[in-house]
């Protein structure tokens, strides 16, 4: 179950914000969609909802369209990234709105199964990479090089690190070299996994507001960027083909172009809501915006969704098919 912040990001180490996703809500008195759509639907969507919150704004904001100027009924189930891939062959999932790469599953799904297709950029750039309190960067400069990680690895340590440096992880579904990128650069470090988004904030809240020590693994785009100062530690610059084996990882990770995902079916049948879907694009800080509310201002998604667009009509306007 979501559960949302309403006492702001103090609050953090409450909330459930990786662990679900916000359904889009039924006016007062209407009936709850139906999985065939109602005699008055244009159709039922059906959305995953990944577990972060900016996948959220974005799943809102599309979801919110389709049912607001579209007449469509919507379903978003809260379904981690690799099962979420195989919902496009068993009919459980038409959409995935925000997909962090996965060249695994692109070539499973498809290139060889041939189920599911992009539906083009989302606008976003996704970069995921290491960070620090920025406190830490200017007590210790060198600290944002990798090559010296090991020689501050004592202020690292936690009880679950046994000895080492912690470095912290979220969620288990999270696409993350960490544990090839410690081995393979030879950092006597321990990857550590908080369990979800909620835990990487409240870390990196308590790191700056109490001055602890942090190395977590994070990414933009992000709110935290606006409320917390962080700096990111250089690795290994990022070559064509550094990441291929899995195994071998030493180089840090590769700025995404993040683009939506549907199943085969859908781009054919989906019509109008397929449209909207390939036509949904926006920026970081659209969706930092939208995040932001649902985490710290309160809202639930349908809420946040529904401010934005309101407040961007043109932008939308272009995503609706004519």
């Keep these: 179950m979501k559960i949302r912040l309403l006492a702001g990001l103090l609050a953090l180490g409450l909330a459930a914000a990786g662990c679900g996703g916000a359904k889009v809500e039924e006016p007062a008195g209407s009936a709850a969609p139906q999985a065939q759509g109602s005699a008055s639907s244009a159709g039922t969507v059906k959305i995953a909802i990944n ?45 995935i709105i925000e997909n962090w790469g996965h060249p695994d599953l692109v070539k499973k799904f498809i290139d060889e199964k041939k189920v599911a297709q992009s539906a083009g950029s989302t606008g976003n750039k996704g970069v995921i990479g290491w960070y620090v309190p920025k406190w830490m960067a200017d007590k210790y ?23 080492k440096g912690q470095l912290l992880d979220g969620d288990p579904s999270y696409v993350t070299n960490d544990e090839a990128l410690v081995k393979n650069l030879k950092l006597n470090f321990k990857v550590v996994t908080g369990g979800s988004e909620a835990a990487l904030l409240k870390s990196a809240t308590q790191a700056q507001e109490q001055q602890k020590a942090l190395l977590f693994y994070f990414w933009t785009p992000h709110w935290l960027f606006d409320k917390v100062d962080l700096v990111r530690v250089n690795l290994p610059a990022y070559t ?52 932001n509310d649902m985490t710290n201002g309160g809202m639930t998604g349908e809420q946040a969704a529904k401010k934005w667009i309101e407040a961007n009509t043109a932008k939308w306007q272009a995503w609706i098919p004519k």
Aim: hydrophobic fraction near 35%; charge should be negative.
């Design 51 to 95: 577990p972060w919150v900016g996948y959220e704004a974005s799943a809102n904001v599309v979801a919110y369209l389709l049912k607001n100027e579209l007449h469509y009924d919507v379903q978003l189930p809260e379904i981690k990234e690799q099962l979420a891939w195989e919902g496009f062959e068993t009919g459980d999932v038409d959409v």
């Design 141 to 163: 400069p060198d600290i944002t090089d990798y090559k010296h990680l090991n020689k501050y690895a004592g202020l690292f340590k936690t009880s679950e690190s046994g000895g």
């Design 240 to 291: 064509a083909g550094c990441d291929a084996d899995a195994k071998k990882v030493a180089c840090d990770y590769a700025e995404l172009d993040l683009d939506k995902i549907v199943s085969k079916k859908f781009a054919d049948t989906g019509g109008k809501a397929y449209d909207l879907v390939k036509n949904f694009n926006w920026t970081n800080e659209d969706q930092n915006a939208v995040a």
